[in-house]
């Protein structure tokens, strides 16, 4: 079992440039979720999702887009990068409201 | 408005001795209740939790503690090891919360050999 990767593990984006993370997770789970992590505030929610097909909006959706096609992926847009999206990645995954297994990172950089 | 907070940003304790987390909340929905453990360059990972019927949960060396009225909890390592040097992370949900879960700012544990 690989869990929860993550896909890419570095990028650096110029402003106004666009990208697309991806999370996939092999544990069956119904839960979905991506977070970002800044020094200083902890884990923050962006989106998540509770099943294929459906998102919802979590603490800070601003500038972001996801897609939960299938239920093993879930996918983080950003269609056009700021500086202030620089910032580590974090997806997740969890079977109902219990502990949530998360992936390595993804260390972003928007210049 | 940080629903989750833990007020000390680091913590250094001498191998063998008990570490002491802390974390306090405001949302009085609260009713779940987990910490986390990150290393350096990795995801977190899950520690252990609590809900919101029990005031303590054990496991191993790592117990939690909660307390409703203050909205507190606590972690409590006994002994601490070097290798439990990490980041912390306490973290909350609760029905009405849809899902979500909220994250403190997370404590950095050094254990001293």
């Known amino acids: 079992n690989a869990g929860v990767t993550q896909t890419p593990k570095f990028r650096v984006l110029k402003t106004g440039q666009s990208m697309t993370l991806l999370c996939a997770q092999d544990?069956?789970?119904?839960?979905m979720y991506w977070y970002r992590q800044d020094p200083g505030m902890g884990l923050r929610l962006i989106h998540y999702?509770?099943?294929?097909?459906?998102?919802a909006k979590g603490e800070v959706p601003d500038g972001y887009n996801v897609s939960r096609l299938k239920k093993q992926n879930f996918l983080l847009g950003l269609e056009s990068a700021a500086p202030s999206q620089t910032s580590v990645y974090f997806c997740?995954?969890?079977?109902?409201?219990?502990?949530?297994?998360f992936g390595p990172g993804t260390r972003l950089t928007v210049l | 408005d940080q629903q989750v907070k833990q007020n000390s940003p680091s913590l250094s304790v001498q191998e063998g001795r008990i570490s002491i987390l802390n974390c306090d909340y405001t949302?009085?929905?609260?009713?779940?209740f987990l910490w986390y453990k990150k290393y350096p360059a990795e995801g977190p990972t899950f520690l252990i939790s609590?809900?919101?019927?029990?005031d303590k949960n054990e496991d191993g060396r790592f117990t939690v503690f909660l307390n409703k009225s203050a909205k507190h909890l606590s972690l409590h390592i006994v002994p601490s090891q070097p290798g439990d040097s990490a980041v912390y992370f306490c973290?909350?949900?609760?029905?009405?919360?849809?899902?979500?879960?909220?994250f403190g700012t997370g404590t950095s544990l050094t254990v001293i050999p």
């Open positions: 609590i809900s919101s019927i029990k």
């Open positions: 973290a909350a949900s609760a029905e009405a919360t849809g899902n979500q879960f909220y």
């Open positions: 997740a995954s969890s079977s109902a409201m219990t502990e949530q297994f």
């Open positions: 949302n009085s929905m609260f009713d779940y």
């Open positions: 999702s509770v099943g294929e097909g459906t998102t």
């Open positions: 544990m069956n789970h119904e839960y």
